[in-house]
Protein backbone atom coordinates (compact mmCIF):
# COMPACT_ATOMS: atom_id res chain seq x y z
CA UNK A 1 0.00 0.00 0.00
CA UNK A 2 2.94 2.49 0.56
CA UNK A 3 4.43 1.46 -2.40
CA UNK A 4 1.04 2.65 -4.18
CA UNK A 5 0.87 5.48 -2.69
CA UNK A 6 4.65 6.70 -3.25
CA UNK A 7 3.97 5.73 -6.82
CA UNK A 8 1.10 7.70 -6.80
CA UNK A 9 3.11 11.27 -5.16
CA UNK A 10 5.38 10.72 -7.89
CA UNK A 11 3.39 10.87 -10.29
CA UNK A 12 1.55 13.76 -9.73
CA UNK A 13 4.74 15.82 -8.96
CA UNK A 14 5.62 14.71 -12.38
CA UNK A 15 2.83 15.75 -13.71
CA UNK A 16 3.09 19.33 -12.61
CA UNK A 17 6.48 19.66 -13.38
CA UNK A 18 5.66 18.46 -16.82
CA UNK A 19 3.07 20.99 -17.09
CA UNK A 20 5.46 23.71 -16.17
CA UNK A 21 7.99 22.80 -18.69
CA UNK A 22 5.53 22.80 -21.52
CA UNK A 23 4.50 26.05 -20.49
CA UNK A 24 7.43 27.63 -20.54
CA UNK A 25 8.31 26.04 -23.78
CA UNK A 26 5.15 28.00 -24.86
CA UNK A 27 6.10 31.47 -23.22
CA UNK A 28 9.85 30.92 -24.93
CA UNK A 29 8.18 30.57 -28.30
CA UNK A 30 6.50 33.55 -27.70
CA UNK A 31 9.68 35.60 -26.35
CA UNK A 32 12.06 34.20 -29.02
CA UNK A 33 9.38 35.60 -31.87
CA UNK A 34 9.48 39.39 -30.28
CA UNK A 35 13.33 39.28 -30.53
CA UNK A 36 13.64 37.53 -33.58
CA UNK A 37 10.99 40.53 -35.27
CA UNK A 38 12.61 43.32 -33.49
CA UNK A 39 15.49 42.22 -35.52
CA UNK A 40 14.08 41.80 -38.50
CA UNK A 41 12.12 45.22 -38.16
CA UNK A 42 16.24 46.66 -37.78
CA UNK A 43 17.56 45.23 -40.90
CA UNK A 44 14.43 46.43 -42.85
CA UNK A 45 15.36 50.08 -41.32
CA UNK A 46 18.69 49.24 -43.13
CA UNK A 47 17.29 47.65 -46.40
CA UNK A 48 14.86 50.52 -46.91
CA UNK A 49 17.37 53.35 -46.08
CA UNK A 50 19.69 51.68 -49.35
CA UNK A 51 16.88 50.86 -51.20
CA UNK A 52 14.68 53.77 -50.83
CA UNK A 53 11.61 51.49 -49.91
CA UNK A 54 10.42 48.55 -48.41
CA UNK A 55 10.45 44.99 -50.40
CA UNK A 56 8.14 43.16 -52.64
CA UNK A 57 5.50 41.15 -50.49
CA UNK A 58 7.11 37.50 -50.80
CA UNK A 59 4.27 34.62 -50.03
CA UNK A 60 5.35 32.64 -46.78
CA UNK A 61 8.95 33.80 -46.96
CA UNK A 62 11.29 36.54 -46.74
CA UNK A 63 12.62 38.82 -48.81
CA UNK A 64 15.31 38.16 -51.37
CA UNK A 65 18.18 41.40 -49.81
CA UNK A 66 17.19 41.54 -46.27
CA UNK A 67 19.54 38.72 -45.13
CA UNK A 68 21.75 40.95 -45.98
CA UNK A 69 21.18 43.38 -43.30
CA UNK A 70 20.61 40.61 -40.43
CA UNK A 71 23.58 39.19 -38.27
CA UNK A 72 25.30 36.11 -40.36
CA UNK A 73 23.24 36.61 -43.43
CA UNK A 74 20.95 34.06 -42.21
CA UNK A 75 16.71 34.00 -42.17
CA UNK A 76 15.94 32.52 -38.78
CA UNK A 77 13.70 29.74 -38.48
CA UNK A 78 10.08 30.27 -37.07
CA UNK A 79 10.14 29.93 -33.52
CA UNK A 80 7.24 27.49 -33.50
CA UNK A 81 7.96 23.93 -34.65
CA UNK A 82 5.93 23.53 -38.34
CA UNK A 83 5.31 27.38 -38.54
CA UNK A 84 7.47 29.92 -40.93
CA UNK A 85 8.02 33.55 -41.17
CA UNK A 86 5.94 35.72 -43.93
CA UNK A 87 6.69 39.26 -45.08
CA UNK A 88 3.90 41.37 -45.64
CA UNK A 89 3.62 44.22 -47.91
CA UNK A 90 0.05 44.62 -49.17
CA UNK A 91 -2.41 47.67 -49.82
CA UNK A 92 -4.46 48.05 -47.42
CA UNK A 93 -8.18 47.48 -48.71
CA UNK A 94 -9.84 49.62 -45.74
CA UNK A 95 -7.43 52.80 -46.99
CA UNK A 96 -7.11 53.10 -50.51
CA UNK A 97 -2.97 54.36 -51.01
CA UNK A 98 -2.21 52.79 -47.76
CA UNK A 99 0.03 49.99 -47.30
CA UNK A 100 -0.04 47.17 -44.75
CA UNK A 101 3.68 46.58 -43.51
CA UNK A 102 4.48 43.44 -41.13
CA UNK A 103 6.17 40.34 -40.83
CA UNK A 104 3.96 37.26 -39.87
CA UNK A 105 4.30 33.82 -38.61
CA UNK A 106 2.31 31.38 -40.17
CA UNK A 107 0.78 28.25 -39.39
CA UNK A 108 -1.28 26.09 -41.81
CA UNK A 109 0.85 25.14 -45.49
CA UNK A 110 -0.99 26.91 -48.37
CA UNK A 111 -3.76 25.30 -49.71
CA UNK A 112 -4.35 23.56 -45.98
CA UNK A 113 -8.21 23.86 -45.21
CA UNK A 114 -8.52 22.15 -42.23
CA UNK A 115 -6.81 23.84 -39.19
CA UNK A 116 -6.92 20.43 -36.96
CA UNK A 117 -3.40 20.05 -39.63
CA UNK A 118 -2.08 23.63 -38.64
CA UNK A 119 0.38 23.25 -35.39
CA UNK A 120 -0.95 26.57 -33.57
CA UNK A 121 0.62 27.90 -30.40
CA UNK A 122 -0.87 26.34 -27.31
CA UNK A 123 -1.58 29.77 -25.84
CA UNK A 124 -4.68 31.27 -24.71
CA UNK A 125 -4.62 33.84 -27.31
CA UNK A 126 -4.17 31.38 -29.78
CA UNK A 127 -7.60 29.49 -29.22
CA UNK A 128 -9.69 30.81 -32.12
CA UNK A 129 -6.91 30.54 -34.64
CA UNK A 130 -8.15 29.60 -38.36
CA UNK A 131 -6.25 28.75 -41.45
CA UNK A 132 -5.19 32.74 -42.26
CA UNK A 133 -4.39 32.98 -38.53
CA UNK A 134 -0.75 34.67 -37.75
CA UNK A 135 1.40 35.89 -35.02
CA UNK A 136 2.70 39.29 -36.77
CA UNK A 137 4.70 42.28 -35.78
CA UNK A 138 3.31 45.64 -37.24
CA UNK A 139 5.75 47.92 -39.17
CA UNK A 140 3.18 50.12 -40.57
CA UNK A 141 0.05 50.48 -41.25
CA UNK A 142 -3.80 48.83 -39.99
CA UNK A 143 -1.69 45.12 -39.61
CA UNK A 144 -3.37 42.32 -39.47
CA UNK A 145 -4.02 38.64 -39.86
CA UNK A 146 -4.63 38.02 -43.56
CA UNK A 147 -4.89 40.30 -46.37
CA UNK A 148 -8.06 38.08 -47.41
CA UNK A 149 -9.36 38.13 -43.76
CA UNK A 150 -11.43 41.33 -42.10
CA UNK A 151 -8.76 43.15 -39.51
CA UNK A 152 -11.13 41.50 -36.68
CA UNK A 153 -9.91 38.22 -37.84
CA UNK A 154 -8.46 35.54 -35.04
CA UNK A 155 -4.31 37.15 -34.72
CA UNK A 156 -1.77 37.80 -32.50
CA UNK A 157 -0.16 40.98 -32.64
CA UNK A 158 2.98 41.37 -30.95
CA UNK A 159 3.88 45.02 -30.70
CA UNK A 160 0.24 46.63 -31.26
CA UNK A 161 -1.78 48.91 -28.29
CA UNK A 162 -4.45 47.20 -26.31
Known sequence: ME???VIGIIAVLSGVV???LLTGRDKAYTARAQLEFRSL???LVLYQIDNGGYPD???RSLPNGLENYLAGEHWPDAPWPGSVYDWDNWEDPDVPGK???QFSIRF???GETDPANCPFPKEAWAQNFDINSAVYYCVEGNCRPHINEPADYPG???N???
Request: with cysteine.
Open 3 to 5: LLI
Open 18 to 20: LGS
Open 41 to 43: TSA
Open 57 to 59: DVS
Open 99 to 101: RII
Open 108 to 110: CPI
Open 156 to 158: YCL
Open 160 to 162: CDG
